[in-house]
């Protein structure tokens, strides 16, 4: 059974940083892309950034680029999101999602809640 | 970025009635075009791929179609688990836009 399971989520500072990690089971993970998407409280889907089988493609949306980092760890079958200077429009719920080209998320976690706010 | 707008934004039904939720892309995106159903305080389920590739698993009442720039999700007969919010992407360029999804109540 394909699992992805997030965690890292709270309450942080405006300005302040925060890593949210994902750990995947049930298929072999250095075979797929793995995004982030994010949900504003009462709000729609944000596709936010994935990488690439081997972690040498990222990708990002305008919003995040230079303030997050995505990486992985094949050997632990583990995404991660480095968040830095956050603002208050990073508050979301946080999905990881296994991605598969020109096809979409397949597969999504139940999603870890960030919240920005002093 | 390709921009895609769905109608309606909400939409009222009642169990059995068919149901048409439309999605235009700012741009062509030939058929990458992938369709979630998200039900509150869960995580967005694939519902269909290309346009019209049904996910595995789900169910044969839902389809696809369109190419270019515009798509519609069909459901045929509305099951009483279908009352959700719908939303479409495009999956053919970056960054992978979604529409700002159809919520479907029940009347």
């Known amino acids: 059974e394909v699992q992805l399971v997030e965690s890292g989520g709270g309450l942080v500072q405006p300005g302040g940083s925060l890593r949210l990690s994902c750990v995947a089971s049930?298929?072999?993970?250095?075979?797929?892309?793995i995004s982030w998407v994010r949900q504003a409280p009462g709000k729609g889907l944000e596709w936010v950034a994935n990488?690439?089988?081997?972690?040498?493609?990222?990708n990002y949306v305008d919003s995040v680029k230079g303030r997050f980092t995505i990486s992985r760890d094949n050997a632990e079958n583990s995404l991660y999101l480095q968040m830095n200077s956050l603002r208050a429009e990073d508050t979301a719920v946080y999905y990881c999602?296994?991605?598969?080209?020109?096809?979409?998320?397949?597969?999504w976690g139940q999603g870890t809640l960030v919240t920005v706010s002093s | 970025d390709i921009q895609l707008t769905q109608s309606p934004s909400s939409l009222s039904a009642s169990v059995g009635d068919r149901v048409t939720i439309t999605c235009r892309a700012s741009?062509?995106?030939?058929?990458?075009l992938a369709w979630y159903q998200q039900k509150p305080g869960k995580a967005p389920k694939l519902l269909i791929y290309?346009?019209?590739t049904l996910q595995s698993g789900v169910p044969s009442r839902f389809s696809g179609s369109g190419s270019g720039t515009e798509f519609t999700l069909t459901i045929s007969s509305l099951q009483s688990e279908d009352f959700a919010t719908y939303y479409c992407?495009?999956?053919?360029?970056?960054?992978?836009?979604f529409g700002q999804g159809t919520k479907l109540e029940i009347k």
């Open positions: 999602a296994r991605t598969r080209e020109y096809v979409g998320h397949d597969y």
């Open positions: 990488i690439g089988q081997d972690g040498s493609e990222e």
């Open positions: 992407q495009q999956v053919k360029s970056y960054p992978p836009t």
């Open positions: 049930g298929f072999i993970f250095n075979n797929y892309y």
């Open positions: 290309a346009a019209f």
């Open positions: 741009q062509d995106i030939n058929s990458y």
